[in-house]
């Protein structure tokens, strides 16, 4: 029996990772292998320095890596993609994976993280992606991006305040948000309207490939 599909015999299933679910395959395509080596880092010295909690591993995949390359279907090649808070590169370096095209920077205030994003980037060898260790409010005039992404940062009305001076005109905000979405945006609605967004559209991303599905706000610059 091949040892990587026993469940005594993996090393991986023995330290308690989620194996790889198959939608993995279909949603990276032939760059699979750079998300496995992503899941390793993560799995690794991810834990090792304090970037994932380890009782991420069981949920490595499905509620990590997967939930946020989901969003790649939102993002166009012409993209520049602000990746705001990306800690252990997420949303950012499963985008960067998914969308080699698109152009991706990790924008992290934490000189340890960004060490451990640049390390991973490096290995990874991924073209697409800048490291700029910054507060994000420091950057307005120093970067424009026409898409920030933002998972677990803050709430919506802050990533409003932060993350529209970086967006060009008719630059989205697309931001991961759980359940408590709508009390989010009903938190908002000020923040919306002082900043001139449209009306955030409520994205249901990856319901057939994820147990549970991916929501993402998207509020566009007028
Ligand atoms: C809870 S972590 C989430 C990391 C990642 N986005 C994820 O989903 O796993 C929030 C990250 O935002 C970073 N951060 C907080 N405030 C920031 C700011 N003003 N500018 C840039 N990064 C910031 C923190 O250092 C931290 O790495």
Same mark, same amino acid.
């Given at each position: 029996m091949d040892s990587t599909h026993s469940p005594t015999g993996n090393p991986r299933e023995r330290a308690g990772i989620e194996s790889e679910p198959e939608a993995a395959a279909e949603i990276f395509g032939a760059r699979i292998d750079l998300a496995r080596r992503f899941a390793d880092h993560l799995a690794t010295t991810g834990v090792e320095w304090g970037l =994932?909690?380890? %009782?991420e591993l069981p949920r490595l995949w499905s509620r990590h890596i997967l939930n946020c390359a989901v969003? +790649? $279907? =939102? =993002? @166009?090649?012409?993209d520049v993609v602000g990746d705001i808070g990306s800690g252990a590169g997420l949303p950012g370096i499963p985008l960067a994976i998914a969308r080699p095209k698109t152009r991706l920077v990790l924008v992290e205030a934490m000189e340890r993280r960004v060490e451990w994003l640049q390390m991973v980037a490096a290995d990874l060898q991924l073209e697409n992606v800048r490291i700029v260790r910054a %507060?994000? @409010? @420091?950057l307005v005039d120093a970067e424009i991006f026409t898409v920030a992404t933002a998972r677990a940062v803050k709430s919506l009305p802050v990533l409003i305040e932060w993350c529209t001076p970086v967006l060009g005109p008719d630059g989205r905000l697309l931001a991961i948000k759980g359940q408590s979405y709508e009390t989010e945006i009903k938190k908002a609605a000020k923040h919306i309207k002082r900043y001139r967004l449209s009306p955030p559209k409520v994205h249901t991303l990856g +319901? $057939?490939?994820?147990e549970i599905p991916t929501t993402v706000l998207e509020l566009r610059r007028r």
């Amino acid at each position: 029996m091949d040892s990587t599909h026993s469940p005594t015999g993996n090393p991986r299933e023995r330290a308690g990772i989620e194996s790889e679910p198959e939608a993995a395959a279909e949603i990276f395509g032939a760059r699979i292998d750079l998300a496995r080596r992503f899941a390793d880092h993560l799995a690794t010295t991810g834990v090792e320095w304090g970037l =994932l909690g380890p %009782r991420e591993l069981p949920r490595l995949w499905s509620r990590h890596i997967l939930n946020c390359a989901v969003m +790649a $279907e =939102l =993002l @166009e090649d012409t993209d520049v993609v602000g990746d705001i808070g990306s800690g252990a590169g997420l949303p950012g370096i499963p985008l960067a994976i998914a969308r080699p095209k698109t152009r991706l920077v990790l924008v992290e205030a934490m000189e340890r993280r960004v060490e451990w994003l640049q390390m991973v980037a490096a290995d990874l060898q991924l073209e697409n992606v800048r490291i700029v260790r910054a %507060r994000v @409010e @420091e950057l307005v005039d120093a970067e424009i991006f026409t898409v920030a992404t933002a998972r677990a940062v803050k709430s919506l009305p802050v990533l409003i305040e932060w993350c529209t001076p970086v967006l060009g005109p008719d630059g989205r905000l697309l931001a991961i948000k759980g359940q408590s979405y709508e009390t989010e945006i009903k938190k908002a609605a000020k923040h919306i309207k002082r900043y001139r967004l449209s009306p955030p559209k409520v994205h249901t991303l990856g +319901a $057939e490939s994820l147990e549970i599905p991916t929501t993402v706000l998207e509020l566009r610059r007028r």
